[in-house]
């Protein structure tokens, strides 16, 4: 097949609906993510069913059938992976338009907007998902080189590798022992499409799942929360962002997914049914409203070191990356800014761990980490935060960390590690000021010891000054004694400073060790932590 037209579109319905029928025991056995509840082969069938059946009346064009497809797809879509699924499918008839066949470079460009349409649907993307495995054959074809059965077959084989490795970035799939329930579907309906093309298709295999089950308690114990959906009518596009957001605050896996014709597919999963319909209310007119239990499941068996985690959340990129490095989950938020409670809920339900110990490397980041621990949708999940008004602290924390330590004694141990290590800040001032010791005007720099500013070093921010303050604040510091110091610098700060305050430290206080780390700070030059 050359070119994709209207026949081959609707025969490519029918095969993925054959696909998922065929494999749907399968992906509902290995469905651990977001919520374990057995359902996401059934919700891809459902989905990709309605959308078939919209195909009944006949189509000219290519163009016009994924229309079609589209607007069956959002209708019926169920569950988290079948909203996703339904702006795939939205995503190849926008990029189609009114075409009546799609060649290799068409097909490749379509996919690529099916990428960017899936991914703006979803509030939070996580990696390790549908998503994940979507964005691997969007990127595989971005090229647009080939015909259409090599732009089919690429994808399909992205995807499939792809999906090998969500486990390696989802640790829940991981603990399991499985891939991605929805990434598995998305494969079928891809390798589906190859066939179709290239007349090779072949009854799917399970090949890629790894046959874990999983199954309710018995007794159905009560619900921790709810999956909340419905058809919003009515609601003006300037108006979703907003209830993304009130969705966000509610619990996770918001997806508001459009239809191309002015509706939306609403999907969270949430412990206030009311609030969520209400949302939908306040822009819209919410029909065809279907609320489901979700369950707690039988515990899969963990790993053998699965039963607690540490996760942080932080400002600044290279500090996420550094905490990275030592195995740490980490959500990375822009300076200024405070995660959402969704954010935060994923960074938690994330782990496969039943216990989470969470240091936020900041005030604000506490007080957002705390709300979300006692959120509803964190379950029957231990979760303990570390209150840490600095990511000096946090480094503090993971210092003493040991998992091989009983939970709570090693849960003390990081909070007196980071409750005992003094914090130290240089910033530029970047309005004018009064202080305790003066006024200070734009430009100053400006040293702190404890949230207390200490010293006005006059500009401008130069090395010398940045270097003589540094050290002017960690003087105050170690007289009340001290061994370590950490610094972290922030993108402001010269490129030597580290060097140069250890020359002075060698000089001025030798029995003291000093380490350095880059930050990606963007509000403050240096961050200093004395232990």
């Known amino acids: 097949m050359h070119e994709l037209d209207a026949a081959a579109v609707t025969t490519w319905a029918s095969a993925c609906v054959h696909s998922l029928d065929v494999l749907r025991p399968a992906i509902n056995g290995i469905n651990v993510y977001p919520v374990a509840d057995s359902d996401t082969g059934s919700n891809l069938l459902h989905t990709m069913t309605g959308a078939r059946d919209e195909l009944a009346a006949g189509a000219e064009g290519a163009g016009e059938a994924l229309g079609l497809l589209a607007r069956g797809a959002v ?11 339904s702006q795939v499918l939205r995503g190849l008839a926008e990029a189609a338009q009114d075409a009546k066949t799609l060649d290799g470079p068409a097909l490749a460009a379509a996919l690529v ?7 703006g649907a979803v509030a939070r993307p996580v990696s390790g998902t549908i998503l994940t495995v979507l964005h691997a054959a969007a990127t595989a ?47 079928a309906v891809l390798d589906a499409l190859a066939g179709v093309i290239t007349g090779t298709a072949t009854e799917p295999s399970h090949s890629c799942e790894a046959g874990v089950e999983v199954t309710p308690v018995e007794g159905m114990p009560a619900p921790y929360a709810w999956e909340v959906m419905y058809l919003l009518s009515g609601a003006e596009e300037r108006a979703l962002p907003g209830l993304r957001k009130v969705l966000s605050g509610l619990g996770d896996s918001v997806t508001v997914a459009g239809d191309g014709a002015g509706g939306h597919a609403v999907h969270v999963h949430c412990a206030d049914i009311g609030a969520a319909i209400e949302a ?9 409203i279907r609320v489901e239990p979700l369950i707690t499941p039988t515990p899969l068996e963990p790993a053998a070191a ?28 822009p300076a200024g800014e405070t995660p959402s409670v969704e954010e ?24 957002a980490a705390d709300a979300a621990a006692g959120h509803a949708m964190i379950g029957d999940r231990d979760v303990v935060v570390i209150p840490c008004a600095s990511p000096v602290q946090v480094l503090a924390a993971l210092a003493v960390h040991d998992k091989d330590r009983r939970t709570n004694d090693d849960v003390v141990a990081m909070a007196e590690a980071a409750a005992a290590t003094r914090r130290g800040e240089l910033l530029v001032a970047q309005e004018d000021s009064i202080t305790w010791v003066g006024r200070a005007h734009t430009g100053d720099v400006i040293g702190l010891v404890d949230g207390e500013v200490v010293l006005i070093e006059p500009a401008p921010a130069s090395e010398t000054n940045l270097v003589a303050a540094a050290m002017n604040v960690l003087n105050r510091m170690l007289a009340v004694g001290g061994e370590l110091v950490t610094v972290l610098t922030g993108v402001g700060a010269p490129a030597e400073i580290d060097h140069d305050l250890a020359e002075r430290l060698r000089v001025e206080h030798p029995e003291v060790e000093l380490t350095s780390y880059p930050s990606g700070q963007t509000d403050a030059v240096l961050l200093i932590g004395v232990e």
Do not use: F, W, Y
């Open 344 to 367: 935060m809920l994923g960074l938690i339900t994330e782990t496969a761990a039943g216990q989470v110990t969470v240091l936020p490397g900041g005030v604000e980041l506490t007080a």
């Open 280 to 288: 939908g209310i306040e822009i819209g007119r919410p029909h065809r």
């Open 141 to 187: 074809v971005g090229a647009g080189k080939g015909n259409l059965g090599e732009v089919a077959t690429t994808a399909a084989s992205a995807a499939a590798e792809a999906l090998e490795h969500t486990p390696q970035q989802l640790p829940v799939l991981a603990s399991a022992g499985v891939v991605d329930a929805g990434g598995r579907g998305l494969v």
């Open 75 to 85: 209708a019926a879509a169920r569950g988290n992976s079948g909203v996703i699924l």
């Open 113 to 119: 907007h099916a990428d960017v349409v899936a991914t």
């Open 306 to 333: 699965a039963d607690r985690t540490v996760v942080a959340v932080v400002h600044g990129d290279a500090l996420a990356e550094l905490l990275r490095a030592e195995g740490v989950a980490v959500l990375a938020v």
